[in-house]
């Protein structure tokens, strides 16, 4: 029985971070109110900001342990 890796790649944005934003552009896009339909948008383009940071923080963790387990 072989078991799967539940870690995300490294190329792979944070799903937290992308669901997080995904409502935040969806309340925004139902506000009648612009200025909190506004604030709403600038924190889902927040959210997918650190899911990109995420991703790239995770790549350079990986390829950090890569070369220490590569040149010991």
Wanted: some cysteine; overall charge positive.
């Amino acid at each position: 029985m072989s078991r799967k890796s539940i870690s995300t790649s490294a190329g792979e944005p944070s799903f937290f971070y992308l669901m997080m934003a995904d409502g935040c552009f969806r309340r925004a896009a139902s506000m009648v109110h612009p200025e909190i339909g506004g604030t709403l948008r600038t924190i889902g383009r927040d959210y997918l900001v650190k899911a990109t940071k995420v991703t790239s923080e995770l790549g350079s963790e990986r390829s950090a342990r890569h070369r220490i387990i590569k040149y010991g």
